[in-house]
């Protein structure tokens, strides 16, 4: 009976070792997926640096390019994927969206657009690349 017990907490320990290394392994925090490269630049809006936005990379499906989103505020003008909270997107046929918002206005409640968002395609390399963007003057809603 003691040799019954003994085998018992055993394979009991076992398949908790078993189930821990299995959970563990399923839950690295390592990398997985299309390999993400840094893209950083200047942005522009009727010339100006646009003081504040994000810049959205989205992979063109349509074109055979599929993977995560990559994305980046803008602040001062500029934009870098490897900033805290961004993320750099992968290579292949991308679709970029930027948006620009006005000034801080402390008497509204959310971020005011200055324009719709604007869109362009590219074609990512496997490396960091440099991208300015220069937004055209389209007043929003035209």
Do not use: W
């Amino acid at each position: 009976m003691l040799q019954i017990l003994v085998k018992s907490r055993f394979h009991r320990l076992l398949s908790v070792t078993l189930l821990i290394t299995a959970f563990l392994c399923g839950c690295s925090s390592g990398e997985n997926g299309p390999a993400k490269y840094r893209v950083y630049g200047k942005v522009t809006y009727d010339g100006k640096p646009l003081e504040s936005g994000e810049v959205i990379f989205m992979p063109d499906n349509a074109k055979g390019t599929t993977g995560p989103i990559g994305k980046a505020k803008i602040s001062g003008g500029k934009f870098d994927t490897r900033q805290k909270g961004d993320s750099s997107p992968i290579a292949g046929h991308l679709i970029v969206e930027v948006t620009g918002n006005a000034p801080p206005d402390p008497k509204a409640e959310v971020a005011v657009h200055l324009f719709d968002t604007y869109r362009m395609e590219i074609q990512m390399p496997e490396k960091e690349q440099v991208l300015d963007i220069d937004v055209p003057l389209k007043k929003k809603g035209t």
